[in-house]
């Protein structure tokens, strides 16, 4: 078809002088043939002069039109003003070789009168295998989302089959960040498309990325190469992730901010409210940025920087309540010991009379039970120095007695005694020796039975007393 469209065009050229000249404009082409490229744009410069007397507007125009196209279809020249226009040529790939021509007209909208040229255009071929064309699926792609490469390859040789390398990367920022090599077997006169997926991560950054395709023979020797472009959407994806961990005395917060966008350096606020009360319990991993207090309540902030794509930050604070649980146990145990101080079993120990000749010393001991519960296995103890000894007669209960070189054992063992009850204890002593001055009688003991069943002791207040010398 191409062949038979340019010998048309050498039969019309036998119609048309080579070279037309008005009285008004003229256009020149070149002598030679131009030699371009199929699958190449080529450029080339003619001259158009306005030859009349007055300034003129002119228009030019190209026949046949197929590959062709001009830089500029109006020029307004000056008398005797050339000026140069381009034309560019572009002949596909799959074009045969061969000499094209085409028909120059340069026409005055002063007189309407037209100048004509032939340019002749020598087609060439660089190889006749080739990537026809390079196709994507989409030019606007989200994170997540495949891009479909189609690689069209042509073999124009008749007879030949032909054994290729296709290389396909994936550019961004001058570098190849994905490759894909194939060997491809391509009979005579065939088109082949080659595929090739993409897969787009989430993380991966935004922006224009480049397709780039060569062919490549058997000798890795480059035949064609062909460029497209893509871009990825930008996608803020910033996820907020809060957890709770309790402990005995405390409970922890734990907030995740994670970029699972492809935005780089992405910043994010985390803000926290807590009751006022609870900040001299608050004790954060990483200080916040600010503190507000408004409203009975404090506003913690931290302000999250430079988070990349796939990137997690912790914010991590705790609310310590072991302070305030060893405040509270403090002071319940300071109330248990004043209630059992306040409750413990009184043991008064009192004396009545001298303790001098053959007088008499009555001692009492008074027991009274404050508790709200009733005490057990009750033993009290009390001891007479070595200079008396016991009256072995007794006005209340009879004690175990036992004698010593360091004194007498005096020793009551009282079953229970009941909240609020009383008991009396009395005994008498009298002096082995005459006491001058005052004589300290040793401390008396009561001891029962507590709730974990272990003895608890009470101490009876130390008792002075006077001698006389008869």
Known sequence: MIRKFLILNLFLLLLIPVLTFSEDVKVLSPDSAMVVYAGETNELKVPV????????????????????????????????????????????????????????????LNTNRTSTDSLFVDIKRKSNIFISEVTLNKERLDPGESLEINSILTNLHKNEKKRVFLET???????????????????????????????????????????????????????????????????????????????????????????????????????ESLPKITKYFFYPEIEPSTEQEKDNRVLYTWEIQNLDPGQTKVVRYRLRFVNIFVAVLIFLILIILTYEYLTQPILR?????????????KITLHVTN??????????????????????????????????????TQLKWKIEKLKPGEEILLTYKVKPLIDVIGKLKLPKSYLTYKGKVKRNRKVVSKSVSITGKVK
Do not use: C
């Open 49 to 108: 002069k306005n030859e009349g007397d007055t300034r003129d507007t002119v228009y030019i125009s190209i026949w046949p039109t197929q590959w062709v196209s001009l830089e500029k279809y109006w020029l307004n020249l000056d008398p005797g003003e050339s000026r140069l226009i381009s034309i560019f040529i572009a002949p596909p790939e799959e074009a045969e070789s061969g000499t094209m021509v085409f028909t120059l007209t340069a026409q005055s």
């Open 349 to 361: 120990k009192k004396y009545f009379g001298d303790l001098a000749g053959d007088e008499e010393l």
């Open 169 to 271: 990367r994936i550019i961004s920022e001058g570098r190849s960040i994905e490759k894909f090599e194939e060997t491809i077997d391509l009979e005579p006169k065939t088109v082949k498309t080659v595929k090739n997926f993409y897969e787009i991560d989430k993380l991966q950054e935004y922006g224009e990325y480049q397709v780039e395709v060569e062919l490549k023979d058997n000798l890795k020797n480059l035949l064609d190469k062909e460029m497209e472009e893509f871009e990825i959407e930008e996608n803020f994806e910033i996820v907020k992730h809060e957890s709770k961990e309790y402990g005995v005395f405390y409970t922890s917060t734990i907030i995740e901010i994670s970029n699972n966008g492809n935005v780089p350096n992405s910043n994010y606020t985390v803000q």
């Open 370 to 407: 404050k508790k709200k519960r009733t005490l057990k296995d009750i033993v009290v103890k009390d001891k007479v120095p070595p200079i008396a000894k016991v009256v072995k007669k007794f006005d209340t209960r009879k004690p175990e007695i036992e004698v010593k070189s360091s004194g």
